[in-house]
C-alpha cells in the first residue's frame, strides 16, 4: 500500500499528525465490532485511508488557514469530498472506497452539501 501511503500523507500535511492512520484505525475498529466481511473491511478501510484525498485541490491559503475559516471558505473545503470522490472513483479497485470515504461526512451542517452527498441524499 505504498503508494496509499503516499497519498495519504500528502494530505495530511495539514492534518494533525497520522491522522489518516488514525481514522482508518477507528473505521476498521467499528466495523470489525459490527462484525462485517473482511473483503469489506478491506474496502472500508481504503475509503477511510483516504477520506481527506480531495484536499490536494484545495489551496494552500485555505488549509494551512490559522483561525477559523468563513462560510465560503468553509464551502471551498467541503468540496474536498467531491475532489476526492472524483479523483478515486475513477480507480477500479478504488470504485467501492470512494463511496464509503464520501459518507464519512454526512453531517446535519447547514453548509452545502457537497455533490456526492447531494446526489445521494436527494
Keep these: 500500500m505504498s503508494e496509499l501511503d503516499d497519498l495519504a500523507k500528502?494530505?495530511?500535511?495539514?492534518?494533525?499528525?497520522?491522522?489518516?492512520?488514525?481514522?482508518?484505525?477507528?473505521?476498521?475498529?467499528?466495523?470489525?465490532?459490527m462484525g462485517l466481511p473482511k473483503d469489506e473491511i478491506r474496502v472500508i478501510a481504503r475509503g477511510a485511508f483516504l477520506h481527506d484525498i480531495g484536499?490536494?485541490?484545495?489551496?494552500?491559503a485555505i488549509l494551512r488557514k490559522p483561525g477559523k475559516l468563513t462560510y465560503d471558505e468553509m464551502a471551498?473545503?467541503?468540496?474536498?469530498?467531491?475532489?476526492?470522490?472524483?479523483l478515486i472513483s475513477r480507480i477500479p479497485f478504488l470504485a467501492g472506497a470512494?463511496?464509503?470515504r464520501d459518507c464519512l461526512y454526512l453531517s446535519a451542517d447547514?453548509?452545502?452539501?457537497?455533490?456526492?452527498?447531494?446526489?445521494?441524499l436527494r
Design 10 to 33: 500528502r494530505t495530511d500535511a495539514a492534518a494533525p499528525q497520522n491522522h489518516s492512520q488514525r481514522v482508518t484505525a477507528y473505521t476498521v475498529a467499528i466495523a470489525r465490532a
Design 55 to 60: 484536499k490536494m485541490a484545495i489551496s494552500d
Design 76 to 86: 471551498i473545503m467541503r468540496e474536498h469530498c467531491y475532489r476526492g470522490y472524483q
Design 98 to 100: 470512494a463511496e464509503i
Design 110 to 120: 447547514p453548509l452545502p452539501l457537497p455533490r456526492t452527498q447531494a446526489r445521494v
